[in-house]
T-cell receptor, first 113, second 112 residues
């Protein structure tokens, strides 16, 4: 099973809302990632968790708050987003962060009104 | 840091023809090169990858070649089918590193 599951698939939120994106994998991977992808562009790295610890934060605004409750779960908490934050948010995982096969979920299409 | 360039940005081929997408990278320390296929509304799917100790790898109709000296690698799709239509991304990463550097993507259209 090489599946990374993301929920919800679609999300519409206002600029004052608080919402969370969820990601789950049961491949025993110890590295999990959040990427942001705009239409027709490559994924942009936001955060990396390695062994449940945040190892990379790519200067992401504080309105995005990641959380890794355990080795299988990854959340992205959203608060006071801006319309320009509308994008496809992708979760990914691999066995460790040392350049091994990276598997993506199907993403959450986020629209901020 | 690493810079990955990808060409062409769009590619149209007739069904049954071959398609080739090329990427170049800048960091000689990069040693892992995956290729992803992304269909509309879906996440990127890993389709093939190659490590720097190998010059070529093939999986059915898909092959990847790597030229370490010239710092470029290519994706080859033979006998293209309409279901191969998608956006393809190349990427590069370094052993011990924790980032994947993506190319800008190629939108492939296979015309029936």
């Amino acid at each position: 099973d090489t599946e990374v599951t993301q929920t919800p698939k679609h999300l519409v939120m206002g600029m004052t809302n608080k919402k969370s994106l969820k990601c789950e994998q049961h491949m025993g991977h110890r590295a999990m990632y959040w990427y942001k992808q705009k239409a027709k562009k490559p994924p942009e790295l936001m955060f990396v968790y390695s062994y449940e610890k945040l190892s990379i934060n790519e200067s992401v605004p504080s309105r995005f708050s990641p959380e890794c409750p355990n080795s299988s779960l990854l959340n992205l908490h959203l608060h006071a987003l801006q319309p320009e934050d509308s994008a496809l948010y992708l979760c990914a995982s691999n066995p460790t962060t040392t350049n091994e096969k990276l598997f993506f979920g199907s993403g959450t299409q986020l629209s901020v009104l | 840091g690493e810079n990955v360039e990808q060409h062409p940005s769009t590619l149209s081929v007739q069904e049954g023809d071959s398609a080739v997408i090329k990427c170049t990278y800048s960091d000689s320390a990069s040693n892992y090169f995956p290729w992803y296929k992304q269909e509309l509304g879906k996440g990127p799917q890993l389709i093939i990858d190659i490590r720097s100790n190998v010059g070529e790898k093939k999986d059915q109709r898909i092959a990847v070649t790597l030229n370490k000296t010239a710092k470029h690698f290519s994706l080859h799709i033979t006998e293209t089918q309409p279901e191969d239509s998608a956006v393809y991304f190349c990427a590069a990463s370094t052993w011990g590193g924790n980032q994947f550097y993506f190319g800008t993507g190629t939108s492939l259209t296979v015309i029936p």
